[in-house]
């Protein structure tokens, strides 16, 4: 699986836009972008995930490169719920979990 | 719709013991994942399981071992417990690869 760089950490004011960046340059052709959050002490859940196009469903937005060499997550208007750490990954079968962005969204 | 569920939630084994950890998938999914994530990191791949058979491996020593039933249900079972192997264990299921659903896990601490 490719590996991917996040941020460590990120902050966003409640009712904004967050927009968390992945890298993942060496991101191979039949490797999907996957988004999950995971809340203190729970399982992680998942937010979207896509190839090649842009997706977007009711939790979220993920916006990749022509190059798919980087994505970004788009919460259109964070809520305190939000806060969490978000991991990008890149994978064909199984999930390879990084280090992930922890994002505090303040009131 | 009930989602994974794991059992149990919480355990307590001494160093030595075996301990067996259960996963029932969500609905409609075959293939069971197993994740093992300590105090402050992220989850760590141990090993997949589809049609009954261990399909990929992270880097995990043997003592981890596990095993899925026709239902497609899994069992994780760690022999030889060590103080490092207390962890958040959490199992995901899935079908055909993507949208994997993650349970709540079993804390397991090794005394």
């Known amino acids: 699986d490719a590996k991917t760089t996040q941020p460590t950490s990120m902050d966003c004011a409640e009712g904004r836009a967050a927009n968390l960046p992945c890298n993942h340059s060496t991101i191979s052709g039949n490797e999907y972008v996957y988004w999950y959050r995971q809340i203190h002490s729970q399982g992680p859940q998942y937010i979207i995930h896509g190839l090649k196009n842009n997706e977007t469903n009711e939790m979220a937005s993920l916006i990749i490169t022509e190059d798919r060499k980087s994505s970004t997550l788009i919460l259109p208007h964070a809520t305190l719920r939000d806060t969490a750490v978000y991991y990008c990954?890149?994978?064909?079968?199984?999930?390879?979990f990084g280090s992930g962005t922890r994002l505090q969204v303040q009131p | 719709d009930a989602g994974v569920t794991q059992s149990p939630t919480h355990l307590i084994k001494t160093r030595g013991q075996q301990v067996t950890l259960r996963c029932s998938p969500k609905?409609?999914?075959?293939?069971v994942s197993w994740y093992q994530q300590a105090l402050g990191q992220g989850p760590q791949f141990i090993f997949q399981y589809y049609e009954e058979e261990e399909r990929q491996r992270g880097n995990f020593p043997d003592r981890f071992s596990g095993h899925q039933f026709p239902n497609y249900s899994s069992e994780l079972n760690v022999n030889a417990l060590l103080l490092g192997d207390s962890a958040l264990y959490l199992c995901?299921?899935?079908?055909?690869?993507?949208?994997?659903?993650f349970g709540s896990g079993t804390r397991l601490t090794v005394v």
């Open positions: 609905s409609g999914h075959d293939t």
């Open positions: 990954i890149v994978s064909r079968r199984a999930l390879t």
């Open positions: 995901a299921s899935s079908s055909d690869g993507t949208g994997y659903t």
